[in-house]
């Protein structure tokens, strides 16, 4: 079991910046791929963003490549998504992710945060 607890959310204006952070605990971090979704008001939740267990591969949704960084720092079980350049598109609620594999954490992650708001709005 992985318990994940997300912050960094809030209000921003289109263009500017944020960066949320998931910290976990419980089974080693290092076990696994962690990643970021989003929900969108009436919206399906859909990949945002991943890295691998090591740090050495990511992976971005197309929407927001160039634009977000996902990152992880493993002394402190914590994994970062740089937002910059937001959109009012990006509006929603962002959920930290974590599973063992690197391809189920892009789709059907298995243990998932409660999820912090994101609003870009002028």
């Known amino acids: 079991q992985v318990q994940l607890v997300e912050s960094g959310g809030g209000l921003v204006q289109p263009g500017g910046s944020l960066r949320l952070s998931c910290e976990a605990s419980?089974?080693?971090?290092?076990?696994?791929?962690m990643g970021w979704f989003r929900q969108a008001p009436g919206k399906e939740r859909e990949f945002v963003a991943a890295?691998?267990?090591?740090?050495?591969?990511?992976y971005y949704a197309n929407s927001v490549k160039g634009r977000f960084t996902i990152s992880r720092d493993s002394a402190k079980k914590t994994v970062y998504l740089q937002m910059n350049s937001l959109k009012f598109e990006d509006t929603g609620v962002f959920y930290c992710a974590a599973d063992p594999s690197i391809t189920a954490i892009q789709n059907r992650p298995n243990y998932w945060g409660q999820g912090t708001q994101v609003t870009v709005s002028s």
């Open positions: 419980g089974r080693p971090f290092s076990d696994y791929a």
């Open positions: 890295i691998s267990w090591s740090g050495s591969s990511t």
